[in-house]
């Protein structure tokens, strides 16, 4: 159980542009995989089937310092950084070769899916928040 992790991977040629950078929303998605695979670290699923709770995004920013390119190969630091009541902060730094690539935050509420397709904030169950808090 944890509250960080380093995924690393490579750049895939569909995530680029024509000039063979990666285009900007991939860091988002990049940060998505490091967080299901943190999920998953700690014995939990983000999107587990038949759940009752959900965990939209309400809050995304990247700060971008040089581009990934095809073929490179790249780590993504993502960090529990915040857990309040109802929501989850991560801050999330992506490298290259030892360099700052891009750092950003994306914070997720829990909420309960109710009939109708309506959620309803709730607080963060106890079982799922201490697997993330640093020991």
Not at 27 to 38: F, G, I, Q
Request: aromatic residues 10%; glycine residues 6%.
């Amino acid at each position: 159980m944890g509250s960080s992790l380093v995924l690393r991977r490579r750049v895939y040629f569909y995530e680029t542009d024509a000039a063979g950078i990666v285009h900007f929303s991939n860091y988002l998605r990049y940060l998505e995989e490091a967080e299901h695979a943190l999920w998953r670290e700690n014995g939990l699923s983000i999107g587990a089937r038949d759940a009752t709770l959900g965990w939209p995004r309400v809050a995304v920013s990247f700060d971008y310092r040089r581009p990934l390119r095809f073929e490179d190969e790249f780590e993504i630091h993502l960090r529990v950084q915040e857990i309040a009541q109802r929501t989850i902060r991560y801050t999330c730094r992506i490298e290259c070769r030892g360099e700052l690539v891009a750092e950003g935050s994306m914070t997720i509420v829990c909420v309960e899916k109710l009939p109708g397709d309506t959620m309803r904030a709730v607080a963060i169950p106890e079982s799922i928040a201490a697997r993330f808090r640093p020991a």
